[in-house]
């Protein structure tokens, strides 16, 4: 089992940068495929971008290829997220999830952390 607390979230204008951190609790972080999600008011929740146990493979949403960057820190049980140009449709909760295997859908990873909010104004 694994705990997930996400960081890093606030307020930002258009074309600026956020950095979202992911830190987890226990010892088998670095066998668990790690994604980002995020859910606007009245949307699903959609898959951002996921990593591989190892970190060598990434997996982007066609949304934010080019402008966000996952990876992990396996010596630091942490995932991180930094997003560059964000837009106004970037506003919305954004989760980490740890499950085991690449899904696309928020049912396939098992454990998630709490949402930080990610506002971008116009």
């Known amino acids: 089992q694994v705990q997930l607390v996400e960081s890093g979230g606030g307020l930002v204008q258009a074309g600026g940068s956020l950095r979202l951190s992911c830190a987890a609790s226990g010892r088998t972080f670095s066998s668990y495929v790690m994604g980002w999600f995020r859910q606007a008011p009245g949307k699903e929740r959609e898959l951002v971008a996921a990593i591989m146990r190892s970190g060598a493979n990434t997996y982007y949403a066609d949304s934010v290829k080019g402008r966000f960057t996952v990876s992990r820190d396996n010596a630091k049980n942490t995932v991180f997220l930094q997003m560059n140009s964000l837009k106004p449709e970037d506003t919305a909760v954004y989760y980490c999830?740890?499950?085991?295997?690449?899904?696309?859908?928020?049912?396939?990873?098992?454990?998630w952390g709490q949402g930080t909010q990610v506002t971008v104004s116009s």
């Open positions: 999830a740890a499950g085991q295997r690449l899904g696309s859908t928020w049912p396939e990873y098992a454990y």
